[in-house]
Antibody
Framework: EVQLVESGGGLVQPGGSLRLSCAASGFTFSSYWMSWVRQAPGKGLEWVANIKQDGSEKYYVDSVKGRFTISRDNAKNSLYLQMNSLRAEDTAVYYC???????????WGQGTLVTVSS | QSVLTQPPSVSAAPGQKVTISCSGSSSNIGNNYVSWYQQLPGTAPKLLIYDNNKRPSGIPDRFSGSKSGTSATLGITGLQTGDEADYYCGTWDSSLSAGGVFGGGTKLTVL
């Protein structure tokens, strides 16, 4: 059974940092694109970043470029999102999602809430 | 303002059919596959349709997808109260700022 379990969310002050993790199991992690997608309270889905199977390609939404870094450790079946210089508008539930291709997210984690507030 | 445009809400009676549109451009829908997701209240999104019109295993054939040019459509027949949810279209945008894109979401109400 495919499982994606996010962790690392919490309350952080504006300008602070947080590192999200996603533990994957039930599939060959190194064979899939992986993505982070977020959802602000009461709002729609927003794609944040993705990373190719071997980590050689990474893409980010413009609003997080230079502040967020996506990475993966295929030996540990884990995906990460390092978030720096956090802003109030980064407040959201962050989902980890598996992608067979860049256009499809076939499995999602349960999400972890990040709240940026003083 | 989402890159892909969806109607904010649609509604229909149980047993009826509904369609949800998703409009984009040549840099996204026009040149990439479209997927659709269902998000029930308080839960993570779930893949309904991928590659424009394919259903993952376990998704009933009441759900269908199509694409024409720079627009895509999700169809749901035989509506059930359990279909009440938010529905999102998604794809890849191949412009200079390449990345994933979603529609703003459509709230389906089964009257």
């Amino acid at each position: 059974e495919v499982q994606l379990v996010e962790s690392g969310g919490g309350l952080v002050q504006p300008g602070g940092s947080l590192r999200l993790s996603c533990a994957a199991s039930g599939f060959t992690f190194s064979s899939y694109w992986m993505s982070w997608v977020r959802q602000a309270p009461g709002k729609g889905l927003e794609w944040v970043a993705n990373i190719k199977q071997d980590g050689s390609e990474k893409y980010y939404v413009d609003s997080v470029k230079g502040r967020f870094t996506i990475s993966r450790d295929n030996a540990k079946n884990s995906l990460y999102l390092q978030m720096n210089s956090l802003r109030a508008e980064d407040t959201a539930v962050y989902y980890c999602a598996r992608g067979d291709t860049v256009t499809t997210y076939d499995y999602w984690g349960q999400g972890t809430l990040v709240t940026v507030s003083s | 303002q989402s890159v892909l445009t969806q109607p904010p809400s649609v509604s229909a009676a149980p047993g009826q059919k509904v369609t949800i549109s998703c409009s984009g451009s040549s840099s996204n829908i026009g040149n990439n596959y479209v997927s659709w997701y269902q998000q029930l209240p308080g839960t993570a999104p779930k893949l309904l349709i991928y590659d424009n019109n394919k259903r993952p295993s376990g998704i009933p054939d009441r759900f269908s997808g199509s694409k024409s040019g720079t627009s895509a459509t999700l169809g749901i027949t035989g509506l059930q109260t359990g279909d009440e949810a938010d529905y999102y279209c998604g794809t890849w945008d191949s412009s200079l700022s390449a990345g994933g894109v979603f529609g703003g979401g459509t709230k389906l109400t089964v009257l």
